[in-house]
């Protein structure tokens, strides 16, 4: 069962770090605290077999690559694939927002030989930020680091509030004020970045599972 152990916690480690990965980015995948993730890669817990499964599926390789001591020489796929599919996902984002400003730019060409007046016609880049944002938020949280989402979100708060601020000056309204709502907008979610994630169900089983272990242990 050590041995096991041993194994299993060093390709883990191995494979993670070869997808360039850090334990939170690792552990946000799996559903996973990254206090999990650390006493996998140490040896002191044992993830059970569905989740090997997952992590096997992830990193392109299978289970028997994980509980295996030694492997041959040949690189893993798992240090391609990783690179390939962010490489891959973080193009796909970067075209996703740049469409957003396509549109924006073609919309602002519309109005430009409508005649509409100058002023409003420029707003439409103004709006284009939140409407960024958001498709930037959804992306990310479904293939990135969901860490990045809080600062995703303040972009997006802050560029709603300029829009509105802007739109308000024509009609000579100086909204001064929306500035310190975006404050406190801002205050909470630092805050809320502080708020850390409940381990999962599977963390707390491996944890139960290492302290049993434990007086075994010493007793040995």
Same mark, same amino acid.
């Not at 880049?125 to 293939?143: E, G, T």
């Given at each position: 069962?050590?041995?096991?152990?041993?194994?299993?916690?060093?390709?883990?480690?191995?494979?993670?770090?070869?997808?360039?990965?850090?334990?939170?980015?690792?552990?946000?995948?799996?559903?996973?605290?990254?206090?999990?993730?650390?006493?996998?890669?140490?040896?002191?817990?044992?993830?059970? !077999?569905?989740? +090997?499964?997952?992590?096997?599926? @992830?990193? &392109?390789?299978? #289970?028997?690559? /994980?509980? $295996?001591?030694?492997?041959?020489?040949?690189?893993?796929?798992?240090?391609?694939?990783?690179?390939?599919?962010?490489?891959?996902?973080?193009?796909?984002?970067?075209?996703?927002?740049?469409?957003?400003?396509?549109?924006?730019?073609?919309?602002?060409?519309?109005?430009?030989?409508?005649?509409?007046?100058?002023?409003?016609?420029?707003?439409?880049?103004?709006?284009?930020?939140?409407?960024?944002?958001?498709?930037?938020?959804?992306?990310?949280?479904?293939?990135?680091?969901?860490?990045?989402?809080?600062? !995703?979100?303040? +972009?997006?708060?802050?560029?709603? @509030?300029? &829009?509105?601020? #802007?739109?308000? /000056?024509? $009609?000579?309204?100086?909204?001064?004020?929306?500035?310190?709502?975006?404050?406190?907008?801002?205050?909470?979610?630092?805050?809320?970045?502080?708020?850390?994630?409940?381990?999962?169900?599977?963390?707390?089983?491996?944890?139960?599972?290492?302290?049993?272990?434990?007086?075994?242990?010493?007793?040995?």
């Amino acid at each position: 069962m050590n041995n096991i152990k041993a194994a299993v916690s060093k390709n883990i480690a191995s494979l993670r770090q070869s997808a360039h990965m850090t334990q939170l980015e690792f552990a946000e995948r799996l559903n996973y605290s990254d206090k999990a993730v650390s006493k996998w890669e140490r040896g002191e817990a044992l993830p059970d !077999i569905a989740t +090997l499964a997952e992590i096997a599926n @992830i990193f &392109g390789v299978t #289970l028997d690559y /994980l509980v $295996a001591e030694e492997h041959p020489k040949e690189e893993p796929a798992a240090e391609i694939e990783p690179k390939k599919n962010n490489y891959n996902r973080s193009v796909i984002t970067c075209v996703s927002v740049a469409l957003v400003w396509l549109i924006a730019i073609l919309i602002f060409v519309i109005l430009s030989v409508s005649g509409v007046t100058s002023v409003y016609r420029w707003l439409v880049f103004v709006y284009s930020m939140p409407v960024s944002s958001i498709v930037w938020l959804v992306l990310n949280s479904v293939w990135m680091n969901r860490r990045r989402n809080y600062l !995703i979100i303040s +972009l997006l708060m802050w560029s709603i @509030i300029m &829009g509105i601020y #802007l739109s308000l /000056l024509p $009609a000579g309204i100086n909204a001064l004020s929306l500035f310190l709502l975006g404050g406190f907008g801002q205050f909470i979610i630092v805050m809320w970045s502080f708020i850390k994630r409940p381990p999962a169900v599977g963390a707390d089983e491996n944890a139960a599972e290492n302290s049993d272990e434990q007086p075994e242990q010493t007793a040995e």
